[in-house]
């Protein structure tokens, strides 16, 4: 069973950068695709970013490419999201994902973590 733990969320300044990390409690970490969600308040969640199983494949949303880097280490379970250049717009819950393909869909995703507040104040 797959349980999905994010940190790494916080208020931080226009510019400024943070580092969210999604941690895998399964044994399958390292076939599993992994994705970042994140949700605007009122809105619907959207796709951030997701990542292969092996790391080599990566996808982007057009709002977040040049600025946010999601990577992995599957020895320690762990897949990123490196967020710089941070923007007021960029306030939202953000969630990780993972799932058997790598996808830019919800539905392709099977388990979900708790969410991680980040706040970007202008």
């Known amino acids: 069973q797959v349980q999905l733990v994010e940190s790494g969320g916080g208020l931080v300044q226009a510019g400024d950068s943070l580092r969210l990390s999604c941690v895998d409690s399964g044994r399958t970490f390292s076939s599993v695709a992994m994705g970042w969600f994140r949700q605007h308040p009122g809105k619907e969640r959207e796709f951030v970013a997701a990542i292969s199983w092996s790391g080599g494949s990566t996808y982007y949303a057009d709002s977040v490419k040049g600025r946010f880097t999601i990577s992995r280490r599957n020895y320690v379970n762990t897949v990123y999201l490196q967020m710089n250049s941070l923007k007021p717009e960029d306030t939202a819950i953000y969630y990780c994902?993972?799932?058997?393909?790598?996808?830019?869909?919800?539905?392709?995703?099977?388990?979900w973590g708790q969410g991680t507040q980040v706040t970007v104040s202008s």
């Open positions: 994902a993972a799932g058997t393909v790598v996808a830019v869909q919800q539905s392709e995703y099977d388990y």
